[in-house]
Each structure stands twice: as C-alpha cells, then as structure tokens.
C-alpha cells in the first residue's frame, strides 16, 4: 500500500513527517511512503532514503493562518493539494497531513470528494479516556452545524470505524447532550435521539453528557462541530491548566519540591494519559478516499502513529465498508 | 432587605439552607432570612431561632428528578413556587434555592415573570478561573437554543451584573466560540458576533476559546445554554477526573502516599479553586425580580455565599439597573 504524507503540514514541519515516514518505513517494509512537499527542504533529511520511501514535489506551502476555501482552490501546487490528488487519482490509497484543519477539510471536499450519500463527512479524532481506550468523537470541527440526519450518519461512520480499526465488535454509540434522560437538549439532539435509535446495525445507548465523557462509557461520541469543539478544547484547556497549576504548586518550596520527584512517574504517566500526541491521527469520515489529521503539534511519533492508523483502516477496507452501509452497494 | 429561601431545595435539604441561613442571619442583622418549606421538619432544626429567621410553611416539595413544568404548575403549595409568589408580591425582596434548576427557571418565568423586553431570561453561574477571579457565564442551561440577539441581551445583563455586584468598572465580555477570528464559528456565532460589536455600554472583547475560559482572559462569557453546559460540564469532570486519578496514583506505595502528604496543602488549595461550592450562587438575570440559584450540592456555607450574593445584588439595584438598560425606562 502506498500513504501520501503532507510533509509541509504542522507546526514543526517538515522534520516531524520526515522522521515519522523514516520510522515508519522501517517497520512497516510493505508500505510506500510518499514525502509530498519541497524537494530542496526535503531531501536534505534524508540522506539515507529507504527503498520504500519516496518523494514528491510540490512547490507551495498551505500555511497555518490561511483562509481554507481560498487556500485551496488557489494552491493547486501545495503538497496537501497534491496529496489529495494523489488519492484522488489512485495514485496513494491514503493521504496523512498534520497542516490546516481547515483547508485539509476543504481538500478531503474539493480535492478527495464526498463519498455518494455522505451530506457532511466529519473529523473524528480520539478523546482520551481514564481506561485508556479512547473515544471516537466526531464530528469534531469539519462542520461546524449539523442537521439531525448528519448526526445519524456520523454514528454509523464512527461505528464501523470502531469496528473495523480497533476490533470493537459492538461498539456503543452516545449522543453527546445535557442530561441523560432521552427527552433533554437542544432542538438538535432532541430530534437527533430517535433517529439514532433506528440507524440499522448500530448499539445507540442513549445520551452521555459532557462530564462522563472521560469516564470511557461509549466508544462513539456523537456531536455537532461546535459543541465537538466545545468538548475537546475545555477538556485540553482543564487538563493543561491543572498540569501547569501542579508544576507551580509544586515547586514552591524544598519540601514541595522532593514531595514532587517522589511522584514524578505517577505525574508523568498522568499526563501521559490527557496526552493527544499518543493518540495517533483523526480520519476524516465519509470521503471517498482515507485522508488522516495529525495533530498540528505533531512529532515524528505521532506522524508514525497516524501511519500505523492508516495502514490498520486500508488493510480492513475501511473506506469500502462504509461506502457499503451507506448507499447499499 | 427580605431573602426567601427554598429551605427544601437542595441535595443537603433542609438542613444545608436551615444551617446557611442562620449563619448568615448572624453575619447580617439588616436581612430577614425566611425558610420557606414544611414546618414539621423545619422548626426542629431551629430550636434557637434568631429574630431575623422566619419560617413560612409550604407543603409540598418539588423533587430534583421531576418535570419542571408540570411541577411548577402543580404544585402550587410547594417551597420553591411560595418563594417565588413571595418575590413576585413584593413579600421578598429576592430568592435562593438549590433545588431542581428546571423549575427554578419555570418558577422564574411563571410564577416571578420575565422583565419586560426581555425575551429569555439566563442562567449564570461563576466559572471558576485560575487567577481565583471568576468569569460569569451565561446562559449556562435556562434555554438550550438561543437566537443571535439574546446572546447580546445576555452580555449586556451580564455586563450589569459583574459591573454591578463584582465592582469591576468595564468588564471584558467574550464570545464563547471555536477560534478567535471574527468570521469563525457557527450560524449563531457568526451573526452573534456583530450584533455584540453594536450593544451599546459593554465592552466586547471578541471570541474566547474554550481552552481559554480557565485563564480569566474576560469577565462574561456568553454563549447558549446547550454549548455553556457542554464547557461547565467537561470542565467540572476533567478536573474531577485528573483529581481521583491522582489520588488512585498517589496511593499506590509507601513512597508515593509519602510524596503525596508533603504536597496536600498545596493539592487541596488546587481543588479548592476548582471547586462549585466556594463560588457561592447562580443569577437567572432577566426576570422582574431577583432569584440566585444554588449549586444543588450546596452545603450551609455555599447557601451562606448565595445570601451574600443576593446582599450585593439588592444593595446595588441589579435588577432596577437591567431594567433601565433594556427597555430605557
């Protein structure tokens, strides 16, 4: 199998993808890795080219800060551009960028295209929970309204996602809302919540709210973009204010500051758990080919991470699988 | 000044609102405390009743888990409904209660009334922030969807309020949204954003991510009350969650339970800034009379915090203020 890599997208681009593709290519022998992105910046890294790692030039960079839309349409030569295109065309059967969220939704739109009776492909990322199983919660930004019937078919998405990359055999389906009980929410999930309990072949199990998240009593989340948005970005926001709350607390004074390295594994492997680097990359669900979101502060584990994500959602024919349930064909 | 308190609302009911109220009857000789609620259990609690405690009898009790409006509208005798007829007849000068916030928001509505001109009235509670501050958030659940121009009715409210009871002579008001451009968000937000640029008197900061609401960068947060719950909500449970695991890991051995005992005055003062009850009641602003609602945990001091609360909000005309400010009169 052959997996486009941005290698001009995240914050420490392009070293990050580099390494992750090296690494990656070191393991994985049977998969192709493509470095999609300025040859002079490129090739520089890679003194020692793997056989099955390769590099394609594209001259322009999408940068953080740019309007996606705009970006998109205008920078056909930009490496996340032309990894698209190389989905695209079947010349990568999975493309993995770390760059603008945004515009790497725009081009899975523009570029990859929906899949046939996909209204709203969604980003579903993993939260991470405090059994370290994780949660599929989607959709986490690509839209950020949804209509009910959206919310339906993102349930259905995240369960065969669930099913086919990491085995769950039933996964559990939430719907992310303000209170338990099935009559409670907005005008969305209220009329969200019947539909979810007829979508054939998936386990609704009913309301989760935003508190029991973490708690890991579903293995899909589903939402609307912003309230998705809302979720993970307090959830991050909490976490790290506490850790740098602890950091400060505790290094106030000897006493404070030996009570702390006594601790230091229990800390660290804590932090390790609220940590969105091990958690690999998020598919972009309902497009007609596998595009894969690393986190924009992603290093090369975490692009090797997203590799390994990749490799497991082609080996099981992901994109078909859902392709199948959706339109019946 | 006259405070009715729902003596049956709350968790810890009666005893946590018999116990509020004659601390605070101690503290404030000027205020007349009545405990309004089922004699039988509350008289038993007052064997030394100071002169500004009074109880009015109410028999019947309105449960957490009922419907909120058909209780309201049933239970006509119950001590969340007397207090709130008490306000509306002048017979109070303000309520509290920790009870069902459903029916507190409906007794607002019905049985207190709306204030003229405005079309939903918010709930608005204190977000616990790092600097100890605080941010006022609203709506935090009164009305799940919200339209663009009550997100500005509520940052005017809010404005009042922290101006008001907080003393803070020109608040910062943010826009709870998913980046911190103008043009970012979703239909609400959007066109909320220039509608809260025009709201005369406030000062609009622009959009504040929810990863950002820890760090006090504003002073009122408006956002609906679907999307306010998801922040308080995941909020509340990361950092509950990141203290039950940290308790479990510093538990683990000798050395860690060591480590742990010479950083517990600091891992308590960290709790305790995450902590509901120290941050005293919610305002329903908007309504023709002043109701604060507690937090249904609440214990005696955080029905204590609440009274205060309501002190301040009386003694500086809140509700008189909101008035003038929305209809101009």
Same mark, same amino acid.
């Given at each position: 199998?052959?997996?486009?890599?941005?290698?001009?997208?995240?914050?420490?681009? +392009?070293?990050? /993808?580099?390494?992750?593709?090296?690494?990656?290519?070191?393991?994985?022998?049977?998969?192709?890795?493509?470095?999609?992105?300025?040859?002079? @910046?490129?090739?520089?890294?890679?003194?020692?080219?793997?056989? /099955?790692?390769?590099?394609?030039?594209?001259?322009?960079?999408?940068?953080?800060?740019?309007?996606?839309?705009?970006?998109?349409?205008?920078?056909?030569?930009?490496?996340?551009?032309?990894?698209?295109?190389?989905?695209?065309?079947?010349?990568?059967?999975?493309?993995?960028?770390?760059?603008?969220? *945004?515009?790497?939704?725009?081009?899975?739109?523009?570029?990859?295209? @929906?899949?046939?009776?996909?209204?709203? +492909?969604?980003?579903? +990322?993993?939260?991470?929970?405090?059994?370290?199983?994780?949660?599929?919660?989607?959709?986490?930004?690509? /839209?950020?309204?949804?209509? %009910?019937? $959206?919310?339906?078919?993102?349930?259905?998405?995240?369960?065969?996602? @669930? /099913?086919?990359?990491? #085995?769950?055999?039933?996964?559990?389906?939430?719907?992310?809302?303000? #209170?338990?009980?099935?009559?409670?929410?907005?005008?969305?999930?209220?009329?969200?919540? +019947?539909?979810?309990?007829?979508? %054939?072949?998936? $386990?609704?199990?009913?309301?989760?709210?935003?508190?029991?998240?973490?708690? *890991?009593?579903?293995?899909?989340?589903?939402?609307?973009?912003?309230?998705?948005?809302?979720?993970?970005?307090?959830?991050?926001?909490?976490?790290?204010?506490?850790?740098?709350?602890?950091?400060?607390?505790? &290094?106030?004074?000897?006493?404070?500051?030996? *009570?702390?390295?006594?601790?230091?594994?229990?800390?660290?492997?804590?932090?390790?758990?609220?940590?969105?680097?091990? $958690?690999?990359?998020? %598919?972009?669900? *309902?497009?007609?080919?596998?595009?894969?979101?690393?986190?924009? &502060?992603?290093?090369?584990?975490?692009?090797?991470?997203?590799?390994?994500?990749?490799?497991?959602?082609?080996?099981?024919?992901?994109?078909?699988?859902? &392709?199948?349930?959706?339109? #019946?064909?």
């Amino acid at each position: 199998m052959r997996i486009a890599i941005d290698a001009m997208g995240g914050d420490n681009a +392009p070293e990050c /993808n580099v390494e992750g593709a090296l690494s990656a290519a070191a393991e994985w022998q049977d998969t192709q890795l493509v470095l999609v992105g300025d040859e002079a @910046r490129l090739l520089p890294l890679l003194k020692n080219m793997p056989s /099955n790692v390769t590099v394609r030039h594209a001259g322009e960079v999408i940068e953080a800060d740019e309007e996606p839309v705009r970006a998109v349409r205008r920078k056909k030569d930009s490496s996340m551009v032309v990894a698209g295109r190389m989905v695209r065309e079947g010349e990568a059967d999975a493309m993995i960028s770390s760059g603008n969220t *945004g515009a790497l939704m725009t081009t899975g739109l523009l570029i990859v295209g @929906r899949m046939e009776g996909i209204e709203r +492909p969604a980003l579903a +990322p993993m939260i991470p929970t405090l059994d370290d199983v994780g949660v599929l919660a989607l959709d986490l930004g690509a /839209n950020m309204d949804a209509k %009910p019937q $959206h919310l339906a078919q993102y349930a259905l998405m995240g369960s065969i996602y @669930r /099913n086919k990359v990491h #085995g769950i055999a039933k996964p559990r389906v939430g719907l992310l809302n303000v #209170g338990t009980e099935p009559g409670k929410g907005n005008e969305l999930t209220k009329e969200a919540y +019947p539909l979810l309990e007829n979508v %054939p072949g998936i $386990h609704f199990i009913g309301n989760v709210e935003a508190r029991d998240v973490l708690t *890991g009593n579903c293995d899909v989340l589903v939402c609307d973009g912003f309230a998705g948005n809302i979720l993970l970005k307090s959830l991050e926001g909490t976490a790290g204010a506490i850790f740098s709350l602890l950091k400060e607390q505790f &290094s106030k004074s000897l006493k404070t500051k030996l *009570g702390a390295a006594m601790l230091m594994p229990e800390l660290r492997s804590l932090k390790g758990k609220m940590d969105y680097k091990e $958690h690999g990359g998020a %598919p972009l669900l *309902g497009l007609g080919g596998l595009v894969v979101k690393g986190h924009g &502060s992603s290093d090369g584990n975490a692009v090797k991470n997203a590799v390994r994500q990749a490799r497991i959602a082609l080996q099981a024919d992901l994109v078909p699988s859902i &392709s199948k349930e959706i339109s #019946g064909k």
